[in-house]
């Protein structure tokens, strides 16, 4: 499809499981974004790519959470040792580089951590 | 200090009334964008409206305005004629050059349109 493509949709983890959350963005957008929203709350930064360079991480909230765009394409959000903390909507979102350039999301995985 | 501040956490509205949502916001910056994003109960994020800090021109697209106040650093949301699905989370957001092109969102308001 054309859109941003999020997956899994949701994902139900046992506290203490590894997670790996995989974001395709539009073909052809340099930049691409993780964000975590809580419930009610607005979207959370949290890293940010240019191409396969990772320019900003520092909305990562520990050492658990660690991002890659090997390719400068398709990205991946693991979550390591998963905490109820953890539990969240991650959005990615792609576009293309300025900042004139309106941000494409996906519709998001739902992580639930038991 | 807050790069984007949404005093309202909620908003009613009666059908086919305008409502004006607040958004101010906080950056040395020269070059940035403003954005406003719809978020559903479904929740996808929708994009609305765009204004860049050297527009002069307040933005508009459809129903939907930004009331663009450079000096006092305020962006706020004007939509016209309210709709039953106008309901949803409004997000103000801004994408600065100097951060990197990153986006920073707002807390966001709720805004409830009555019958």
């Known amino acids: 499809g054309a859109g941003v493509s999020q997956s899994p949709r949701y994902k139900v983890a046992k506290r203490g499981q590894d997670v790996a959350l995989r974001c395709d963005p539009i073909?052809?957008?340099?930049?691409l974004f993780w964000y975590q929203q809580a419930l009610g709350q607005g979207p959370e930064f949290l890293t940010y790519f240019q191409n396969e360079a990772q320019l900003d991480k520092s909305g990562l909230p520990s050492d658990r959470f660690f991002a890659e765009r090997p390719e400068g394409s398709v990205s991946t959000l693991k979550i390591q040792r998963t905490q109820q903390e953890d539990s969240a909507v991650y959005l990615c979102a792609s576009s293309s580089l300025g900042v004139r350039e309106k941000l494409f999301f996906g519709s998001g995985t739902q992580l639930s951590v038991l | 200090a807050q790069k984007i501040t949404q005093t309202q956490p909620g908003m009613f509205v009666q059908e086919k009334e305008a409502v004006t949502l607040d958004c101010t916001y906080d950056?040395?910056?020269?070059?940035?964008?403003l954005f406003w994003y719809k978020q559903p109960s479904s929740g996808e994020m929708i994009f609305l409206i765009y204004?860049?800090?050297?527009?002069?021109q307040n933005a508009t697209e459809g129903r939907y305005s930004l009331n663009f106040q450079k000096a006092r650093k305020s962006a706020n949301l004007v939509i016209s004629a309210s709709q039953l699905g106008d309901s949803a989370m409004y997000f103000c957001a801004m994408r600065e050059r100097d951060a990197g092109n990153m986006l920073t969102f707002g807390g966001g308001t709720r805004l409830m349109v009555k019958p």
């Open positions: 950056t040395s910056d020269q070059s940035y964008g």
């Open positions: 073909s052809g957008h340099v930049s």
């Open positions: 204004q860049g800090s050297y527009d002069e």
